[in-house]
């Protein structure tokens, strides 16, 4: 039997967002924005789904893995509630996702705020506001696409 190890209830979903890789030195944008969205979500992480990871030569998840001063800096949108919500994260792991002819990439994250802050609170609190609407709508959809 295989037992829950997360530190955190996770949501399902799929939020659009953005992900542009930072400079912890001074703050400036290196690469991005890269497009995506939140298939998870927690006050300590999150599995994104990424189309694209690689511009250029930088590559989102290798890259920033491999040079310590790099984070994640995610923005998040979730109306009407939450407009250009950031955080910052740091990825932890990678796996190439395909379904029939869709390529993608999974990415879990760890975010670098405190799970019991401020931040993270605002963010549950609008995720759980219209999660019943976001359930119903997939739901919906996912039985559409089944017929």
């Known amino acids: ?14 939020l659009p967002i953005s992900v542009s890789v930072m400079s912890g030195v001074n703050n400036s944008t290196i690469a991005g924005p890269f497009s995506g969205r939140i298939v998870d979500i927690s ?17 989102v998840y290798h890259t920033t893995k491999e040079d310590d001063s790099l984070f994640l800096q995610l923005h998040i949108n979730i109306p009407p509630d939450l ?3 950031i955080i910052p994260a740091r990825p932890v792991w990678l796996n190439q996702f395909d379904m029939e002819d869709i390529k993608a990439y999974r990415m879990g994250v760890d975010f670098m705020v405190s799970p019991e802050g401020v931040q993270m609170k605002t963010l549950e609190k609008a ?3 219209k999660q019943k609407e976001r ?3 997939w739901a919906s959809m996912a039985m559409t696409k089944e017929k």
């Open 1 to 14: 039997m295989i037992s829950e190890l997360r530190r955190s209830k996770r949501y399902a979903d799929f």
């Open 43 to 59: 006050r300590h992480g999150a599995c994104l789904l990424m189309t694209q990871v690689l511009l250029k030569t930088f590559h």
């Open 83 to 85: 407009s250009d919500f």
């Open 127 to 129: 995720m759980l506001r």
């Open 135 to 137: 359930d119903s709508l």
